[in-house]
């Protein structure tokens, strides 16, 4: 039985970034193209609440936020190489799909679009919405690069495909050097004939992630990391009043 445990991850507020993955109707909100393969997981892990509660928790702390979205448009339906499973399927649906990728036209409401309960936490200007990811992970979208200018180096990670998208942006933070902590509350998985993927997902997040929090764990991580960073400021900024009250008092 695997037991070990590495370091403790401690969240340093300058240097890290919460990253949401598929934050799309098609995943989040009843009636979506995919909801339905992982409506019971939802449910159970109470996802869409969690992670709405983590996004203010990011925004509270002055936390940057990114969101990695996934969108089909017309000229990806004309690839001719075969595709993966879920892939397939989702192209057969529809899934995530838009119509344009010059115009919102068609967006708003639809599967690709951001439920409409997270938009007053995404519409401030200061997140970060990456190029979209075609298959699971970082490889086909901007998101590594928008993480690397900002100097991010820890990643709180969450989304609603625990063991797809989720896993595969896990995957590829840690192979490229990032501390990742998975927010094991603010997913879900589906299930197959060979089992669940919310439970495989948790098993390769405990053997992968530097940190495996739930909601709560996590917001209270980012708030002990807030509070840190407030009191290395008021250090920083009582030092050159300390150093002035010595040289007036004749101390130096």
């Not at 919460?18 to 989040?28: A, H, M, P, R, S």
């Not at 190489?81 to 838009?98: F, K, M, N, S």
């Not at 708003?108 to 936490?121: M, Q, W």
């Not at 200007?125 to 490889?139: E, F, L, M, N, R």
Request: hydrophobic fraction near 45%; glycine fraction near 8%; include cysteine.
């Amino acid at each position: 039985m695997f037991k070990h445990t590495g370091p403790r991850m401690s969240i340093d507020l300058h240097r890290v970034g919460v990253v949401i993955t598929d934050l799309q109707n098609d995943f989040l909100s009843p009636g979506g193209g995919a909801y339905g393969l992982i409506e019971r997981s939802l449910a159970a892990n109470d996802t869409a609440n969690n992670i709405e509660r983590l996004l203010g928790g990011a925004k509270a702390a002055g936390i940057p936020i990114f969101i990695s979205p996934h969108y089909y448009f017309p000229h990806d339906h004309k690839w001719t190489a075969p595709l993966t499973p879920l892939e397939d399927l989702a192209h057969e649906v529809g899934l995530v799909a838009r119509r344009d990728p010059l115009s919102a036209d068609g967006l708003a409401g639809s599967g690709a679009d951001f439920p409409a309960r997270y938009k007053p936490l995404l519409a401030d200007g200061d997140v970060v919405i990456a190029s979209p990811h075609k298959a699971y992970g970082t490889s086909t979208n901007d998101l590594i690069l928008q993480l690397r200018r900002r100097r991010i180096e820890q990643v709180v990670l969450a989304g609603p495909v625990g063991n797809l998208c989720v896993e595969a942006h896990m995957r590829d933070f840690i192979e490229l050097g990032f501390e990742v902590a998975m927010v094991r509350d603010a997913t879900a998985g589906a299930a197959n004939e060979e089992g669940d993927a919310y439970a495989a997902a948790m098993i390769n997040w405990r053997f992968m992630a530097h940190a495996l929090w739930s909601t709560r764990q996590t917001l209270k991580e980012l708030d002990l990391a807030k509070k840190a960073a407030a009191r290395a400021s008021d250090t920083r900024s009582q030092a050159p009043r300390d150093l002035h009250e010595a040289v007036m008092s004749g101390g130096l």
